[in-house]
């Protein structure tokens, strides 16, 4: 089940809640002092697997359990997401729970604050090439040398540096998987390193 939540760029996030579903088809419940791992992932598609782990910890159940976990999703960047969660590892094997259970997806909307200067052609005509790419990218559009930062999908900083026109930026330490390339004053650009 999706469920839609959007907000501005940078703005202090609401709780994510998802509701796991750990007896289907029974009454039992875990046993109440059943320890587990809960991890929850990003996507960059709408899919409860092959996302990137966002943070882990290790919960206990309680007398009165309720499966309802909640999230705090990042805001700092631009761009639609989906979280979802899986718990594990649970240390009593009751209901069945003996392995992965995983939600569904909670699709994240991160609108940019757009301000008056935002559609003026210098910020539309840059782009980056090529993408999606393996080693190297070029800016297009270039007419000076400006500062940058890429992000990974969670909106952790992962590299900066200062670009000139013409120069190419090296990609090759990053991992697999989509970032976002946010020059001074521009808008993030999304692209892919193979």
């Known amino acids: 089940m999706i469920i839609d939540y959007t907000c ?63 999230f705090l999703p990042p805001t700092d960047v631009v761009g639609t997401f989906y979280y979802y969660a899986e718990i594990m590892n649970p240390s009593m094997s009751t209901c069945g729970f003996i392995g992965t259970l995983r939600s569904g997806t909670v699709e994240i909307v991160i609108n940019s604050v757009l301000g008056i200067n935002d559609f003026s052609d210098e910020k539309t005509s840059i782009g980056l090439y090529p993408n999606p790419s393996l080693n190297y990218m070029l800016v297009s559009g270039l007419t000076k040398t400006e500062n940058y930062n890429i992000y990974n999908i969670i909106g952790a900083k992962v590299w900066k540096g200062a670009i000139s026109p013409n120069e190419r930026i090296n990609i090759q330490n990053l991992r697999a998987g989509m970032y976002f390339f946010k020059m001074d004053n521009r808008n993030p650009i999304k692209f892919i390193k193979k």
């Open 8 to 70: 501005t760029q940078n703005e202090t996030p609401t709780q994510v809640m998802l509701w796991l579903s750990q007896c289907p088809g029974g009454i039992s419940q875990p046993h109440n002092l059943t320890n587990y791992d809960l991890k929850w992932f990003v996507n960059s598609i709408n899919s409860n697997t092959g996302g990137t782990p966002v943070t882990s910890m290790n919960m206990s159940t309680t007398v009165n359990f309720t499966p309802t976990i909640t």
